[in-house]
Nanobody, 121 residues
Framework: QVQLVESGGGLVQAGGSLRLSCAAS????????MGWYRQAPGKQRELVAR???????NYADSVKGRFTISRDNANNTVRLQMNSLKPEDTAVYYC???????????????WGQGTQVTVSS
């Protein structure tokens, strides 16, 4: 019904930048929240950033001032601009969307397949 397709991960040196993109498609009536989580080896998955109703944003303390989340409402796309990357930012990054489906009640959370970000020191 719904797919989230991520792109933009890769290998970068510390201090560098990457931009992640995620496009949602399918039987989508509306999207309330889009965001990014990450999971490093041996650690729990954590929220990196989210954008609510295309306006309000929240960030993990560890990325404030370095990462910027933005959304293109017309194309159901969310982006994460990551600057001043650190080795501790190395993780698999997952896109999420809290959305309503056409013809169905309720709100559902969908996840992307994940994209690897590796920051070398």
């Amino acid at each position: 019904q719904v797919q989230l397709v991520e792109s933009g991960g890769g290998l970068v040196q510390a201090g560098g930048s990457l931009r992640l993109s995620c496009a949602a498609s399918g039987s989508i009536a509306s999207i309330n929240v889009m965001g990014w989580y990450r999971q490093a080896p041996g650690k729990q998955r954590e929220l990196v950033a989210r954008i609510i109703s295309g306006i309000s944003t929240n960030y993990a303390d560890s990325v404030k001032g370095r990462f910027t989340i933005s959304r293109d409402n017309a194309n159901n796309t969310v982006r994460l601009q990551m600057n001043s990357l650190k080795p501790e930012d190395t993780a698999v990054y997952y896109c999420t969307a809290d959305l309503r489906l056409i013809g169905l009640p309720g709100t559902y959370r969908y996840w992307g397949q994940g994209t690897q970000v590796t920051v070398s020191s």
